[in-house]
């Protein structure tokens, strides 16, 4: 055995004995059959607690979801409901907005995650949220001033890059590894929801504007002042519902928490670790998989970046006027269920990589209607709309993956911070993708979208041979020495927070 996991296997060790927690998860059986506590779940239990724990869970990491959506989204509601005729800016300042955000989002990925793990996670992301919600409120008061417009957006980026990460380490901590894909699914694709939500609150609040119900404010800013409300709030209940870790949950029993920590031991994952291992710096960078990861999020990112900015341009582009514009974004609906179905059908057939081949496929197909038909045909054009904005399912199966494949507190962080890394790059592409001389049928962004789907699906299918190569090379090696793991006897890999590659007993979800 290596030094680093013998210190590993003695700092365990003392942690098991001087717990102040008797049902913590790193004790033995033979520790909690005194205290009269179960040493494992039943079905019915395993059960029980797992709908209890969805009944909470999925509704706020739904809710935050979809509110980051619709908050990237709002600048393209607020584009045809009066904002740039109102901030007096060009198309291509418009589209420095959503890449100024990006570069926000970029250089907040790291410190965020990072202060994650160091301090309360429950609190640090309760904080960024509430500000973030603060900032959004920030755009109706600096709307007048461009410079001020970018330092804002900036901000918002920043403070938002909290969430999606934050979203992932809960689903890690209370999911088991074929739970999660599907969980994942659920509240990622709580993102069209929010699109729903927002384009029928813009298209009330234009049709009010017009009809001259509305006094002393447009609707774009009573969309952002609600949406920034909405986004407090929310903020709020997280520090008192999410806790830093399951055993401090208020809305379980003492025995309904230490069931929650065995039903997912089987994990050997531990997010409660908040020692920061240079160690798993060093091996997450020399991981193929999360290399894997960035380039999806990279090519996933590019055309989220343009297609979220420029949403209801593009869907005027197709020849629908400005209100009509605004109620297409309720036909996305769609995406929701089929996002869940494509990540439930994953888990279930086991092999979520493959299944996520197929979005890519609809996307691409969508992109090359928009392309392929004339601006005459506004059906299949729109038609071709929705099918493109199954993108982003890709990047809802790579978090599943993080959450499920990395292992180890500080290399999962890492992965985190390098996945939203290249998804902000991406995301600084995107906008410029769509160029105010390519007007209104922005050939060469849908070209660029057709293309990044295809490389996408490329790299899936590879990531999917990894992953069961790997897994047999594994299975191989413990049939040919007989070796059950490499942990102590007395050490459970939890406590010892082994990464996926010194875990010989670890096996990744493909």
């Not at 793990?117 to 900032?135: E, N």
Request: aromatic fraction near 12%; hydrophobic fraction near 45%.
């Amino acid at each position: 055995m290596s030094d680093i996991e013998q210190e590993k296997a003695a700092a365990s060790i003392e942690h098991k004995e001087h717990s102040d927690h008797p049902h913590h998860i790193g004790f033995h059986e033979t520790d909690l059959e005194p205290m009269g506590l179960p040493t494992e779940v039943s079905p019915e239990d395993n059960k029980r607690i797992k709908r209890k724990i969805d009944w909470v869970l999925m509704p706020i990491l739904g809710v935050i979801t979809a509110l980051q959506f619709l908050d990237k989204t709002m600048l393209a509601y607020s584009s045809i409901m009066g904002f740039i005729y109102d901030s007096q800016i060009t198309l291509s300042q418009y589209s420095w907005l959503g890449t100024i955000f990006s570069l926000g989002y970029l250089l907040g990925s790291y410190p965020m995650v990072y202060l994650q793990q160091r301090l309360s996670f429950s609190k640090v992301t309760a904080t960024c949220m509430i500000m973030w919600g603060a900032v959004v409120m920030l755009i109706t008061i600096c709307h007048h001033n461009f410079a001020g417009l970018l330092v804002v957006r900036f901000f918002l980026g920043f403070f938002e890059s909290a969430m999606t990460p934050a979203c992932v380490l809960v689903t890690t901590q209370w999911y088991r590894v074929h739970e999660q894909g599907t969980r994942t699914g659920i509240w990622s694709s709580c993102n069209t929801w929010g699109l729903i939500f927002g384009s029928a609150v813009a298209y009330g609040l234009l049709h009010a504007q017009i009809n001259g119900h509305l006094t002393g404010m447009v609707g774009w800013r009573v969309e952002y002042l609600i949406l920034g409300s909405m986004t407090i709030a929310t903020g709020i209940v997280w520090v008192f519902v999410i806790p830093d870790d399951p055993e401090k949950a208020w809305w379980l029993s003492k025995k309904d928490r230490h069931l929650a920590h065995l039903r997912t031991a089987d994990t050997r994952q531990d997010i409660t670790v908040r020692d920061w291992k240079w160690e798993q710096v060093k091996e997450a960078m020399a991981d193929i998989q999360i290399w894997a990861f960035v380039l999806v999020a990279l090519l996933t990112a590019i055309p989220g970046g343009g297609i979220t900015n420029f949403a209801a341009v593009l869907v005027t582009g197709l020849g629908f006027g400005t209100q009509e514009a605004l109620l297409m974004g309720i036909g996305q609906a769609w995406v929701a269920p089929f996002t869940i179905l494509c990540l439930w059908a994953g888990d279930k057939l086991r092999c979520r990589s493959l299944i996520s081949i197929f979005p890519s496929i609809v996307s691409m197909t969508g992109a090359a209607m928009i392309y392929a038909f004339p601006q005459s045909k506004p059906i299949p054009r729109a038609a071709g709309y929705y099918l493109m904005l199954t993108w982003a399912i890709n990047t809802t199966a790579v978090t599943s993956f993080i959450s499920s494949n990395v292992a180890g507190r500080t290399k999962k962080t890492m992965a985190s911070g390098m996945f939203f890394f290249a998804t902000c790059v991406g995301g600084l592409i995107g906008p410029q993708t769509f160029r105010s001389k390519d007007a209104p049928r922005y050939s060469p962004a849908l070209l660029s979208i057709i293309l990044c789907n295809i490389f996408a699906a490329a790299v899936m299918a590879l990531l999917f041979l990894y992953y069961y190569k790997e897994n047999k090379r594994r299975d191989a090696r413990m049939a040919a020495t007989g070796e059950t793991t490499d942990v102590p006897d007395g050490v459970d890999a939890l406590v010892m927070d082994l990464t996926d590659k010194e875990n010989p007993k670890f096996r990744y979800v493909y």
